[in-house]
């Protein structure tokens, strides 16, 4: 069965750097997202992507956050300059359509900012 | 706005049936519901697209009361694979998003 698919699995950062989250969606999805989760807590919506646009962000996604599909494959989430509180699990999901339609999530890259 | 979960948590001995609930203070267009287990991603479970519809899957099955905004999640004769935090997820109509509820952290023991 298709699956997404996140890498690394694990990123440990120093506070203030860049990090880029890398996502390959199952291909034949149209609709992408980023969610994160924070130790085990609720699973908050960031934002969602449709034809190399955002279509809806959450206020948590500021300027600090950019998403891009910078090919046919992956679709990346950058945090600029991060900070202890975006510690965090963060989820890549992609759907076939835009509503109804089940979210499938990749395995998480857990980021560690110290 | 998150949807609430209830439960927050409960322990289930291994054949006995639980009932989570979903409530929005939004109007809702469709519900979807996951489960995630420990150090997993969430797993797609059942969604349910207009008021009153029911649907199972396996043991599991889950309604929805359009008007109330609300949805419950039945697990009957629970096993131990049950075990895992369920979600509920909301769509309101007209955006690319799903809202994530509260969470219930299910156990099921021998």
């Known amino acids: 069965e298709p699956e997404v698919t996140q890498t690394p699995s694990h990123q440990v950062t120093q506070m203030g750097q860049e990090v880029i989250l890398r996502c390959v969606p199952i291909s034949n999805h149209l609709y992408f997202y980023w969610y994160r989760q924070i130790l085990g807590q609720k699973v908050e919506f960031l934002v969602s992507f449709y034809n190399n646009e955002i279509s809806e962000k959450s206020e948590i996604f500021d300027d600090q956050f950019s998403v891009e599909r910078p090919d046919g494959s992956n679709f990346t989430l950058k945090i600029r300059s991060t900070k202890l509180e975006d510690s965090a699990m963060y989820f890549c999901a992609s759907s076939v359509h835009r509503d109804n339609s089940p979210l499938h999530f990749g395995n998480g890259t857990r980021l560690t900012v110290t | 706005q998150q949807p609430v979960q209830s439960p927050q948590a409960v322990i289930l001995r291994e054949g006995e049936d639980a009932v989570i609930n979903c409530s929005s203070s939004k109007a809702l267009y469709s519900v979807h519901w996951y489960r995630q287990k420990h150090g997993e991603a969430p797993v797609f479970l059942m969604i349910?697209?207009?008021?009153?519809e029911q649907k199972g899957h396996e043991k599991i099955s889950a309604s929805f009361n359009e008007k109330k905004q609300q949805s419950s999640l039945y697990l009957t004769a629970s096993q131990l694979s049950y075990s895992g935090t369920y979600f509920c997820?909301?769509?309101?109509?007209?955006?690319?998003?799903?809202?994530f509820g509260t969470g219930t952290k299910l156990q099921v023991i021998p």
């Open positions: 997820g909301t769509e309101s109509g007209g955006y690319q998003k799903v809202t």
């Open positions: 349910l697209l207009k008021g009153g």
